[in-house]
């Protein structure tokens, strides 16, 4: 079998039998068919196959053929092309772009990489536990300081949304140093990346939902609180809407109104000119609405959420929570932005000032939940703090160069990408399939492997595929990031054959105005192609 230098390194991972029938499968001997040397794609004659022709009859179908698909499957054993059409072609990948910022953060940090997370005092402190100055929570770009998991079979533990776990250790720490009172403000720091919440190309309704949260170095409860919505105790009375966390700073308008009955729940949320506006109907006979909102400012949240929790521990402060930002407008020099402007700018506090400081998981963990739940922040943040390790500074220009000087190691012409953020909500994201795949064959001989690997959804058993495909003949046979946006449809990864064979592909289709289920049915009937494809009998077949 042949393995690549890190065959020491490569543990006994076996997928179960009840991932896949038949007997026990080493994960080395399906992925690790490796080569010391950048892939070079072969192609194969002019002669159709099998697979060329169910593909093509699939996607020519009338339903099907008004997308733009683009498509490239490889033998990861000799990097034989074995279909493509529309592979140099330029596609918006939706969520595939997490693919690449999840390889990206393993190659630049490594698996085992952990954030660091700090509280300073600003000043002197009393004899009677008086700081006197200003608490500062520093953020260094952890997306995941809740330090949640994601376990196979069980999915991700939402952990309890009506507090910040995070927030109530520090809380206690800086308790258990005698810090009784603040004479100042409890102050929330992201200098460590550029204030850019938003990235170019995101659409405006996306972000008040929690899906669209904005990204900052300093990131407590995902940047999300929810809004809950119960009717009052008689009909006409205002709903009773709660916060959760509670936070201050929010001007709520209420304008739901308690109804006997309704046909539906209908309520609808905007956030204008500093308020959030609730405005509808809530019905006696429907119970509570939960909605999952983004924060406005994530710094100024968690500064918040720390001062209430160290008031409720009885500790006496005197200002308020605000937030410190680094604005891209502030590092400009001679009207271009300036790196080494930015860095002197960035916070930095004396070490002996520390009163309290937490490690995050394992980078790991969190690049998993990333993929498998397909997490739009961790993908963000994480893009920012590639640029961080590389530049000293955080920002999404600062992660692009990462990502694609990342990616130039895979054989990717820069021509071939145009990157605008990392969890691919951006409409100006552009990605061909055969970049997406040559990055996976890339993948296939890195020290990060089995890691990456691991993180991928996998048909029928978990993440985004474990309803999908989960027949017995493909459960646990295609291992892959899935994407999904307002006419886009993506799936990138590894299909493990019947006859032992592992392909890396890439799928994307784009423009196809026919409903999500359908379209995800198609790309998982060419999976099903894919597993049921033998080299052997594709031969034969030219032949």
Request: charged share 20%.
């Amino acid at each position: 079998m042949n393995q690549i230098g890190h065959s020491a390194s490569v543990r006994h991972l076996i997928i179960k039998k009840s991932a896949i029938p038949g007997p026990h499968i080493s994960v080395s001997l399906l992925f690790l068919l490796l080569f010391a040397v950048s892939p070079q794609i072969v192609f194969p004659g002019e002669r159709s196959s099998y697979l060329d022709r169910q593909i093509l009859r699939l996607i020519s179908q009338p339903r099907l053929e008004t997308g733009f698909w683009g498509i490239q499957i490889v033998s990861v054993e000799n990097n034989q092309v074995l279909f493509a059409l529309n592979e140099k072609k330029h596609f918006l990948p939706a969520s595939n772009m997490k693919l690449i910022v999840g390889a990206a953060a393993l190659d630049w940090l490594g698996a085992d990489y952990q954030f660091e997370t700090s509280v300073y005092g600003l000043g002197t402190i009393d004899p009677e536990g008086g700081l006197l100055g200003n608490l500062v929570l520093m953020g260094s770009g952890d997306p995941n300081v809740e330090g949640r998991v994601y376990h196979p079979g069980q999915g991700l533990q939402a952990g309890n949304r009506s507090t910040s776990l995070f927030i109530e250790q520090m809380a206690d720490r800086i308790a258990s140093r005698g810090i009784r009172s603040v004479q100042g403000d409890v102050v929330g720091d992201d200098t460590a990346f550029l204030y850019e919440p938003y990235a170019p190309g995101w659409e405006h309704t996306d972000l008040l939902w929690s899906y669209g949260a904005p990204a900052s170095a300093l990131a407590v409860n995902e940047n999300v609180f929810t809004v809950e919505v119960c009717p009052g105790n008689t009909v006409g009375e205002p709903a009773l809407i709660n916060l959760i966390p509670g936070f201050q700073g929010v001007n709520l308008v209420n304008n739901v109104t308690t109804v006997q009955k309704v046909r539906a729940n209908s309520i609808g949320i905007d956030r204008a000119a500093g308020r959030l506006v609730l405005q509808g109907e809530a019905s006696m006979d429907q119970g509570k609405l939960d909605y999952a909102l983004a924060v406005e400012d994530p710094a100024e949240f968690a500064a918040s959420l720390l001062k209430s929790a160290l008031e409720r521990r009885g500790v006496q402060i005197t200002g308020k929570a605000r937030a410190r930002h680094l604005y891209p407008l502030e590092v400009l020099q001679e009207g271009k932005p300036s790196l080494e402007r930015a860095r002197s700018l960035q916070s930095r506090y004396p070490p002996e000032q520390k009163l309290a400081i937490t490690q995050s998981v394992k980078l790991i963990e969190t690049v998993k939940i990333m993929m498998k739940v397909s997490h739009n922040l961790y993908a963000e943040v994480l893009l920012r703090k590639l640029g961080a390790e590389s530049a000293g500074v955080g920002s999404i220009d600062s992660g692009v160069v990462a990502v694609k000087s990342f990616l130039a190691k895979t054989g990717t012409p820069e021509e071939e990408l145009n990157i605008s953020d990392g969890s691919g909500l951006s409409r100006t994201d552009l990605i061909t399939p055969r970049s997406m795949v040559r990055l996976l064959l890339y993948l296939q001989k890195h020290s990060q492997t089995i890691p990456f690997l691991d993180t991928l959804p996998v048909s029928g058993i978990d993440g985004t595929l474990e309803h999908r495909m989960n027949k017995s003949d493909l459960r646990g046979r295609i291992h892959a990031k899935t994407g999904t946006s307002a006419l886009v449809n993506s799936l990138s990864g590894y299909a493990l054959t019947k006859s032992g064979e592992t392909l890396a592909f890439s799928i994307m289709v784009n423009n196809l105005n026919y409903p999500v289920q359908e379209v995800r049915g198609a790309l998982d009937q060419i999976c099903a192609l894919m597993v049921h494809y033998s080299s052997k009998k594709d031969a034969a077949d030219r032949d």
